[in-house]
């Protein structure tokens, strides 16, 4: 009897801990090498406030140069709908206002996402590591495309 | 032949020490883990990481001769158990605010029933977080608490 409890209690501990191991790997096992979590927001904005982007100051200007030669600054201004902004350096109110533009819902919460995975490659003007983490979203091909169309690196 | 009362079982310290064997590998997995997912973008994602330092720092009290870390190891693992809980919340919560990104859903989210999408986000149908995933952090704290019962404790030497 002394025996027994100690024994079953080291057997139920490794039991649990493999199963809940099992259930982290398997659960990741969707999205590899990507981030698990992304902040809390339960709040669905449907369109920024179009005079946001002005606030300058809040961009994230730290980091310019993190993935390669800094040739993107902030924005790349081009005339009309065809605005670019930098996913590396512009504020998450110029990119969700270059979202809006570009047609796609949700811009303030896609925005949100394109800053929490920077730094992106300055050399890869297709912006695939954005791609790669947006895909955990299931947003579809077309919204992935709108939002990179609206992004350079 | 065994005298009455006497236990025969493998020593108890055995156990205890198999059981705080099993807590560092769950800690070491754990930090795989968040290491292999980039789990650091933004405080809150910073918190495993801290939960797990006082994990490492709670199986060293249990460790300390005399059993005289046990309480505060005892205080450290369940503080680590309340972030597992905080943990596997948030992420349910990040799936659920994913709910209206997913194409499926883009334009019924709103519409369905309440608890269908908290299942939605719970079985992450929606979302990209794993929502048991921080619940290994609890499970290897309750590793830790097993191991501190029958720790042996400072005791006043007689004397004589």
């Known amino acids: ?153 | 032949m065994t005298p009455a009362g006497v236990a025969t079982g493998p020593r108890p310290g055995l156990v205890r020490h198999g059981l705080v064997a099993l807590t560092a590998v769950g800690i070491l997995a754990a930090a795989f883990e968040l290491f292999s997912e980039h789990h650091w973008n933004g405080v809150e994602q910073l918190v495993p990481w801290a939960a797990l330092a006082a994990l490492a720092a709670a199986t060293v009290l249990v460790l300390r001769p005399g059993g005289s870390g046990v309480g505060a190891a005892r205080v450290l693992a369940l503080l680590v158990l309340g972030a597992s809980v905080y943990g596997v919340v948030d992420h349910v919560l990040v799936n659920y605010g994913s709910g209206p990104l997913d194409e499926r859903f883009a334009d019924t989210w709103d519409a369905l029933p309440l608890l269908t999408r908290v299942w939605y986000a719970a079985s992450k149908e929606v979302g990209p977080a794993p929502t048991l995933a921080p619940g290994v952090l609890g499970q290897t704290a309750l590793l830790l608490l097993l191991a501190t019962v029958g720790a042996p404790r400072r005791r006043a030497v007689a004397p004589g």
Do not use: F
């Open chain 1, 1 to 153: 009897m002394t025996r027994t409890l100690p024994r079953l209690t080291a057997a139920c501990g490794a039991a649990l801990l493999s199963v809940g191991l099992v259930a982290c790997g398997s659960s990741t096992a969707t999205s590899p090498g990507t981030p698990a979590t992304a902040p809390v927001q339960s709040e669905i904005a449907t369109a920024p406030p179009a005079d946001d982007a002005t606030d300058g100051a809040t961009a994230d200007e730290d980091d310019p140069d993190d993935s390669g030669d800094g040739g993107t600054a902030t924005a790349v201004a081009g005339d009309g709908a065809a605005d670019k902004v930098s996913a590396n350096t512009a504020s998450e109110d110029e990119i969700a206002q270059a979202l809006t533009a570009a047609g796609v819902s949700n811009p303030a919460r896609w925005a949100e996402e394109v800053v929490e995975y920077r730094p992106y490659p300055a050399d890869d003007p297709d912006l695939t590591k954005l791609r790669k983490n947006l895909a955990k979203y299931n947003p579809g091909q077309e919204t992935t495309d709108e939002i990179v169309s609206a992004l350079t690196p």
